[in-house]
Nanobody, 122 residues
Framework: QVQLVESGGGLVQAGESLRLSCAAS????????VGWYRQAPGKQRELIAT???????EYLGSVKGRFTISRDNAKNRMYLQMNNLKPEDTAVYYC????????????????WGQGTQVTVSS
């Protein structure tokens, strides 16, 4: 089982940037397709970006061109660089396994971490 700890969130103004980190334990992380999810108040959790073990990436349309996902398999870490943040990006952000950006799908996930809150003011 992989344990996940997200960090790096905060309160920023629209147009600013944040970099989120995901620290994972366990060897399964290195071989998995992983991604960043977010859940805004009253909304469904959604997968916004994925990255394969080899570094291929995919993004949800609403974040493409603004967010960049990356990973360091040697350190068991994943990152999300978020630029030009918008108020609609306000959400709790999580990392976990993923397949393709979109609404959360049924499947086998590692235990969810506590997430990290991102709040973007206008």
């Amino acid at each position: 089982q992989v344990q996940l700890v997200e960090s790096g969130g905060g309160l920023v103004q629209a147009g600013e940037s944040l970099r989120l980190s995901c620290a994972a334990s366990g060897s399964d992380f290195r071989l998995a397709i992983v991604g960043w999810y977010r859940q805004a108040p009253g909304k469904q959790r959604e997968l916004i970006a994925t990255i394969t073990s080899g570094g291929a990436t995919e993004y949800l349309g609403s974040v493409k061109g603004r967010f960049t996902i990356s990973r360091d398999n040697a350190k068991n870490r994943m990152y999300l660089q978020m630029n030009n943040l918008k108020p609609e990006d306000t959400a709790v952000y999580y990392c976990n396994r993923g397949v393709s950006p979109g609404p959360l799908q049924s499947g086998v996930y590692w235990d969810w971490g506590q997430g990290t809150q991102v709040t973007v003011s206008s």
